[in-house]
């Protein structure tokens, strides 16, 4: 079973920045699709962005232009680069592995947008 880590949250201005990174474990990293999705109080999980293994990139209309997704399959990471960020944004970020018949969460990080 792949364990999924997420880092890099945290309490960030409205206009600020911030990066988050999700390792993971186990082998065969660059076979699986890779996603960011995240939780607002209240709210249904909804997706922030995908990574296919094959390098196709999706972004949820409300983050186009302001998020980046990457993934490194060397080093088995995948990363959300984050600008302009909102207080709308604020959610707890997952981390998620899919495809080949699984598919994996991680814990969660907490990214909270205010004044």
């Known amino acids: 079973q792949v364990q999924l880590v997420e880092s890099g949250g945290g309490l960030v201005q409205p206009g600020g920045s911030l990066r988050l990174s999700c390792a993971a474990s186990?082998?065969?990293?660059?076979?699986?699709?890779m996603g960011w999705y995240r939780q607002a109080p209240g709210k249904q999980r909804e997706l922030v962005a995908t990574?296919?293994?094959?390098?196709?990139?999706n972004y949820a209309n409300s983050v186009k232009d302001r998020f980046t997704i990457s993934r490194d399959n060397a080093k088995k990471m995948v990363y959300l680069q984050m600008i302009s960020l909102k207080p709308e944004d604020t959610a707890v970020y997952y981390c998620?592995?899919?495809?080949?018949?699984?598919?994996?969460w991680g814990q969660g990080t907490q990214v909270t947008v205010s004044s």
């Open positions: 998620r592995q899919f495809g080949m018949g699984s598919d994996s």
């Open positions: 186990g082998s065969m990293f660059s076979v699986y699709a």
């Open positions: 990574f296919s293994r094959s390098g196709i990139i």
